[in-house]
């Protein structure tokens, strides 16, 4: 079955009954009408998500991405296994996603998408079980700090090196506010106060802190002409043009973006921080981590410093037995 695709307007889901929600999704499904079935997950999604109305416009995007793609397998299987509890279904769909070499963090995020979806199938009444309850997530092959490659103090300073005023900017809302790629874009003057050196940053799951700044980006926040204080912070306002900025600034640095991109400012932040304070809790703070778990991803073992610390046990205890 070839899977409809056309955009279309989404449905009004909250003037249907029961009984015409059921009759529409039902429809949807034996014609293959992808659209409506993404719009009826979407609003299922607003609705009784964690995020709820304050779910972002990135996260409506990602799970409208990833039902498209799980529907576009499933049809092709046949639009009745849907209705079932079929748990072949949805684990085939994930070791395909695995053959195909997909990374365990992206199937992981696909299946979140579909396990919306059975949600939504639940809500329009249809089913009463999601079979991926019972479909395992997919598990890392790395450990997780691997993951987080961050820009070196060195690397940093080489970017800042080549940096205009405004990619100065960029950088040190990324390395030293940990700023993610959306915060950046839409913090606005009137959201930083230069006497308490904070900005107040609305981030994930629409939740809003204040953010304190470093000595390096009060200096260049103040050192910015008036005149050229416009309503935003950063002159770009689409995520690709800062992506391609910060690749440009590395080729000219000699510095590597691959595997680092845009969210390794943010990683450098809490590396270097880290390093600094021994802390996980200021880190946490900082970053404005919902839970200090996720901030433990930094704090990867240092060799140097353990056997440092295990080489003064052993001087300890030899200068321990030379006293008896």
């Known amino acids: 079955m070839v899977v409809q695709e056309a955009m279309i307007e989404d449905t009004d889901w909250e003037s249907l009954s029961k009984k015409e929600r059921a009759e529409m999704v039902k429809k949807a499904l034996k014609k293959g009408d992808a659209e409506t079935l993404v719009s009826l997950t979407s609003h299922n999604l607003v609705l009784y998500g964690r995020g709820g109305a304050a779910t972002s416009p990135h996260t409506i995007r990602s799970y409208r991405a990833g039902v498209r793609q799980f529907l576009r397998y499933a049809f092709a299987k046949g639009w009745k296994r849907l209705l079932e509890y079929d748990t072949d279904l949805t684990i085939g769909y994930i070791r395909g996603l695995q053959k195909a070499g997909v990374t365990p963090g992206t199937i992981n995020n696909r299946r979140s998408a579909a396990k919306a979806f059975y949600r939504a199938l639940r809500w329009a009444g249809l089913i009463t079980a999601d079979p991926f309850a019972d479909t395992p997530r997919a598990q890392e092959q790395v450990e997780k700090w ?125 590396t270097n921080l880290l390093a600094d304070t021994g802390d996980l809790y200021v880190v946490a703070r900082h970053l404005r981590h919902s839970s200090v778990s996720t901030t433990e991803t930094y704090a990867k073992v240092n060799p140097e410093r353990l056997t440092s610390a295990l080489r003064k046990w052993a001087d300890e205890a030899g200068a321990e037995s030379e006293t008896k």
Not at 181 to 209: C, F, H, L, P, Y
Request: proline content about 3%; charged content about 25%.
């Open 146 to 270: 691997e993951k987080r490659e961050a820009y070196s103090k060195e690397d940093l300073a080489k970017l800042m090196a080549v940096a205009d005023p405004d990619e100065r900017l960029f950088l040190l809302l990324g390395s030293h506010a940990g700023l993610r790629i959306s915060e950046m874009i839409s913090v606005t003057w009137a959201r930083v106060d230069m006497q308490a050196r904070t900005m107040k940053i609305t981030g994930k799951g629409n939740k809003t802190a204040l953010v304190h700044m470093s000595s390096a980006l009060h200096e260049a926040l103040e050192s910015t002409p008036a005149e050229m204080r416009q309503e935003y912070l950063l002159p770009w306002r689409n995520p690709k043009t800062l992506r391609l900025v910060l690749r440009s600034l590395c080729v000219h640095a000699g510095v590597k973006y691959a595997k680092r991109q845009v969210h390794g400012l943010r990683h450098s932040c809490a």
